[in-house]
């Protein structure tokens, strides 16, 4: 996540694999400063918390990119335990975030419901440690994915729209794939493939590299 550019140099990131699904719960933050955000703390606390005290940064906010276990399971707790402001996901993912409980326990992760401070729509911007993060509503995965763009550092926190060599399941009961796929090839592919996006789970990658060789996008 090198940049060219002094004034975009500052943005961090660390990531913090939590929950059975290795899930990529994300600390970003603001060099300079040392302000920031997690993005999906789905559980693991203790080795989110320990990060945190690592990177040493001041925690403004959670963000969550939406609604399931491996992502919004902790996000109460960590609420709680922090003091802060949960943004995100778009409403349309209020019935998970209300089920969280019953989600966890169909896994064995303890959870608790969570209603965020602000729910997110496309438009809406995200701040981060002073970074201004645009929001695209990218359903299909879920109802109420969000995912979040800033065009200065080329830098996208993805959730489970799109990864390295694959794409969200979309096998759920409210799963919508054509939906899934319109969202990534109608608002993502147009912002340029020189973005590099934090993904769920696994490796990073580009939107470049997803558009040249993602077996599960048209083309
Ligand atoms: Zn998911
Ligand atoms: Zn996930």
């Not at 002094?6 to 300079?32: G, H, K, M, Y």
């Not at 995200?126 to 695209?136: D, K, Y």
Request: net charge negative; proline share 7%; with cysteine.
């Amino acid at each position: 996540m090198t940049q060219s550019s002094t004034e975009t140099r500052s943005l961090r990131a660390a990531i913090i694999p939590v929950t059975p699904f290795q899930q990529n719960c994300t600390l970003l933050w603001d060099e300079a400063t040392k302000r920031g955000a997690v993005i999906d703390p789905g559980g693991d606390l203790d080795d989110v918390r320990r990060a945190v005290a690592e990177v040493g940064i001041d925690v403004e906010k959670i963000v969550l990119t939406h609604g399931h276990i491996d992502h919004a399971g902790g996000a109460a707790e960590l609420k709680e335990a922090l003091d802060v402001a949960i943004e995100g996901p778009h409403p349309a993912d209020r019935f998970l975030l209300d089920n969280l409980e019953k989600q966890g326990a169909s896994y064995g992760i303890p959870a608790r419901p969570v209603t965020p401070d602000r729910w997110l729509d496309e438009g809406d911007t995200v701040t981060i440690g002073g970074h201004v993060f645009e929001v695209l509503h990218c359903p299909g995965h879920s109802p109420g994915s969000v995912v979040l763009v800033n065009r200065a550092n080329r830098l996208i926190l993805m959730g489970d729209v799109l990864f390295r060599g694959s794409i969200g399941r979309t096998d759920f009961p409210y799963g919508d794939h054509d939906a899934l796929i319109g969202a990534i090839t109608t608002k993502l592919l147009p912002l340029g493939d020189d973005f590099t996006f934090i993904c769920g789970h696994g490796p990073a990658s580009t939107l470049g590299e997803e558009r040249r060789s993602n077996p599960f996008l048209p083309r």
